[in-house]
């Protein structure tokens, strides 16, 4: 006889005759199935997490017995168990795919949940512009400004000449990744103060530099 689970529950039997009849006690049928419909949780659940902030990781699954889990990060297994992992003042390095096991120790069964991506990206902190230190003479001298923070994931950078978006030209030219930009020669028109704006998806810093032509 094929079982299924909504099979499980108490079961008894009745016996009859013309004249009586009799019902046993009732034994409980217990069905072992699962563990299915494996499902991971991330609370809070972000696109990208601040680097020190705090994550908790939740699994669940339909089984019974009730399953076990075991937990594995790209692809490794860690020395976790339990329904709950907590994660406590994430870094960068633990960045990467986390997936539940879900086992049933009647069935024998292992099965995981869909790996969820966590980003952990570091704030930027400590933008600076370092620029000459010399006399700058209009039409003989050159410059260079470079933009940096002391820490922090950088995604894009952005360079204004009072308040209005620096653009290249014969005389500008930026590096590849916008880190620095050298002006040859320097005329008087660029006296002015240059901003550059540090940016990534948790965070945007700002560097100011003022910048005299003679």
């Known amino acids: 006889m094929l079982v299924l689970r909504s099979d499980r529950g108490p079961l008894c039997c009745t016996v009859y005759n013309t004249i009586s009849n009799d019902t046993s006690q009732p034994i409980f049928l217990n069905i072992s199935f699962g563990p299915d419909n494996v499902e991971m949780t991330v609370d809070p659940q972000k696109e990208f997490h601040i680097s020190g902030s705090d994550l908790t990781l939740f699994c669940s699954a339909q089984s019974s017995p009730p399953a076990e889990f075991k937990w594995a990060f790209n692809a490794t297994t860690l020395n976790r168990e339990g329904q709950e992992f907590k994660l406590e003042d994430i870094q960068g390095n633990q960045s990467g795919y986390y997936t539940c096991w879900a086992h049933n120790t009647r069935t024998l069964r292992y099965k995981p949940s869909d790996p969820s991506l966590i980003t952990v990206i570091e704030k930027i902190s400590d933008a600076n512009i370092t620029g000459p230190t010399e006399l ?79």
Do not use: H, M
């Not at 039409?139 to 950088?154: D, E, K, M």
């Not at 050298?182 to 530099?209: K, M």
């Open 136 to 214: 700058l003479i209009a039409g003989n001298s050159s410059a260079n400004l470079s933009c940096q923070a002391t820490a922090g994931t950088i995604v894009s950078r952005e360079w204004l000449k009072d308040d209005q978006t620096l653009s290249p030209s014969s005389r500008i030219i930026f590096s590849g990744d916008k880190s620095s930009v050298s002006i040859d020669p320097v005329e008087g028109t660029d006296n002015g103060q240059y901003q550059c704006i540090l940016t990534n998806p948790v965070s945007r810093g700002i560097a100011s530099y003022n910048l005299t032509v003679n």
